[in-house]
């Protein structure tokens, strides 16, 4: 169930609006959801290995084929929203947390990585919503750890950031609180600065994901 935090004067307040949906819904601040469609701990992987000059790939996850498919049910939208109002914009952020990397290539020290393009949707029978964006970010991958096939990095403190517009936020919240289970994929382009990691493969794990949802009315 998606949480909201209650200020009680402010609720206490918005009956004397309820003539107007659209007075009302601008005195709503915007709710902040965690972990939206248990995305935290997903893991992207590469389907293919990366290519060189300057090694770039796409790193993808998907609810619907992972072994076995992991759909979720659909979220009771909270009763403690006044008069059945619903969000028109939302903001997905999220972050990688780790990265492995897999195969016979060098497993260099440190390597710059830039997330070129994220995307990340919810479908069910009905259909898909899908939030993307380029963010063009440039984070930092560190070893850790590695072995004769795999290495681990740890990936620098950043946030990721994709907005849908109403009509996907629309369409998403129809599909979350209606029409049965619920699958959830996320995908982005990356490209790396060493050469080195050519022929390999990566995973990245992800963390710390969070929906805001905001434009209520």
Same mark, same amino acid.
């Given at each position: 169930?998606?949480?909201?935090?209650?200020?009680?004067?402010?609720?206490?307040?918005?009956?004397?609006?309820?003539?107007?949906?659209?007075?009302?819904?601008?005195?709503?601040?915007?709710?902040?959801? %965690?972990?939206?469609? /248990? =995305?935290?701990?997903?893991?992207?992987?590469? &389907? $293919?290995? #990366?290519?060189? !000059?300057?090694?770039?790939?796409?790193?993808?996850?998907?609810?619907?084929?992972?072994?076995?498919?992991?759909?979720?049910?659909?979220?009771?939208?909270?009763?403690?929203?006044?008069?059945?109002?619903?969000?028109?914009?939302?903001?997905?952020?999220?972050?990688?947390?780790?990265?492995?990397?897999?195969?016979?290539?060098?497993?260099?020290?440190?390597?710059?990585?830039?997330?070129?393009?994220?995307?990340?949707?919810?479908?069910?029978?009905?259909?898909?919503?899908?939030? %993307?964006?380029?963010? /063009? =970010?440039?984070?930092?991958?560190?070893?850790? &750890? $590695?072995? #004769?096939?795999? !290495?681990?990095?740890?990936?620098?403190?950043?946030?990721?950031?994709?907005?849908?517009?109403?009509?996907?936020?629309?369409?998403?919240?129809?599909?979350?609180?209606?029409?049965?289970?619920?699958?959830?994929?996320?995908?982005?382009?990356?490209?790396?600065?060493?050469?080195?990691?050519?022929?390999?493969?990566?995973?990245?794990?992800?963390?710390?994901?969070?929906?805001?949802?905001?434009?209520?009315?």
């Amino acid at each position: 169930m998606i949480t909201f935090h209650k200020t009680s004067l402010l609720w206490a307040a918005l009956p004397l609006l309820a003539s107007c949906g659209a007075i009302v819904g601008s005195f709503v601040p915007p709710q902040t959801v %965690s972990n939206p469609a /248990n =995305l935290d701990g997903a893991q992207l992987s590469s &389907s $293919s290995a #990366l290519q060189p !000059a300057a090694v770039r790939g796409s790193i993808e996850y998907d609810t619907s084929k992972t072994s076995p498919p992991s759909p979720f049910a659909d979220l009771k939208y909270p009763s403690d929203v006044p008069f059945g109002m619903r969000p028109h914009a939302m903001k997905l952020q999220v972050s990688l947390t780790r990265a492995i990397v897999t195969g016979t290539c060098a497993f260099p020290e440190n390597v710059k990585l830039t997330v070129q393009s994220f995307s990340a949707a919810v479908s069910d029978a009905s259909g898909q919503a899908i939030l %993307s964006g380029q963010p /063009n =970010l440039t984070v930092t991958l560190t070893k850790t &750890s $590695s072995g #004769l096939a795999s !290495a681990s990095y740890a990936v620098s403190q950043h946030t990721l950031s994709v907005s849908a517009d109403r009509a996907a936020t629309d369409q998403a919240i129809n599909i979350l609180t209606s029409g049965g289970q619920n699958h959830a994929s996320a995908g982005a382009q990356i490209l790396a600065d060493k050469d080195e990691l050519a022929g390999c493969s990566i995973q990245f794990t992800l963390g710390g994901t969070s929906i805001t949802l905001s434009n209520f009315s």
